[in-house]
C-alpha cells in the first residue's frame, strides 16, 4: 500500500518562508513521479510543483516559478517543496501526489495534469498573512 506523509507547513507573514515534506513509503522511490497541489478555498485543485525522481525533471506552476524549490532525498524516500516569497494567495491545502503508472516523461501532458495522480496524501495547511 503507497502511503504519503506530509508534515511542515503552517503560518507565516506574507514574504517569509515554509517547507513541506511527504514520506513516501509502499512505493519504489526512484520510479515516482511526485510533487504537490494546492487547494484553496472557492478555487480550483492546482498544480503547484513535480519532480520525476530518477532524472530529476521539474515542473513548476507559473506562479511558484522562482520561488518555491522541490527537491529528493533518495535516502529517506523524501520529497520536499521549499517556499520562499510566500504571498496571501499561497494560502491552501497542500496535498503530496505520486503518479505511480508512469513516469514523467512518458505523459503527453504536462506533470499538473491532476488524473495522472492516484494517490494523495492527506493534506496539510499553509496560511500565509499579509
Known amino acids: 500500500e503507497v502511503q504519503l506523509v506530509e508534515s511542515g507547513g503552517g503560518s507565516v507573514q506574507a514574504g517569509g518562508s515554509l517547507s513541506l515534506s511527504c514520506l513516501v513509503s509502499?512505493?519504489?522511490?526512484?520510479?515516482?513521479?511526485i510533487g504537490w497541489f494546492r487547494h484553496a478555498p472557492g478555487k480550483a485543485r492546482e498544480g503547484v510543483s513535480f519532480?520525476?525522481?530518477?532524472?530529476?525533471?521539474?515542473y513548476y506552476a507559473e506562479s511558484v516559478k522562482g520561488r518555491f524549490t522541490i527537491s529528493v532525498d533518495n535516502a529517506k524516500n523524501t520529497v520536499s517543496l521549499q517556499m520562499n516569497s510566500l504571498k496571501s494567495e499561497n494560502t491552501a491545502v497542500y496535498y503530496c501526489?505520486?503518479?505511480?503508472?508512469?513516469?514523467?516523461?512518458?505523459?503527453?501532458?504536462?506533470?499538473?495534469?491532476?488524473?495522472?495522480?492516484?494517490?494523495w496524501g492527506q493534506g496539510i495547511q499553509v496560511t500565509v498573512s499579509s
Open positions: 519532480i520525476s525522481v530518477t532524472g530529476g525533471s521539474t
Open positions: 501526489a505520486l503518479d505511480s503508472t508512469a513516469y514523467m516523461y512518458m505523459r503527453a501532458g504536462p506533470a499538473s495534469d491532476v488524473w495522472y495522480y492516484n494517490n
Open positions: 509502499g512505493f519504489p522511490f526512484d520510479d515516482a513521479t
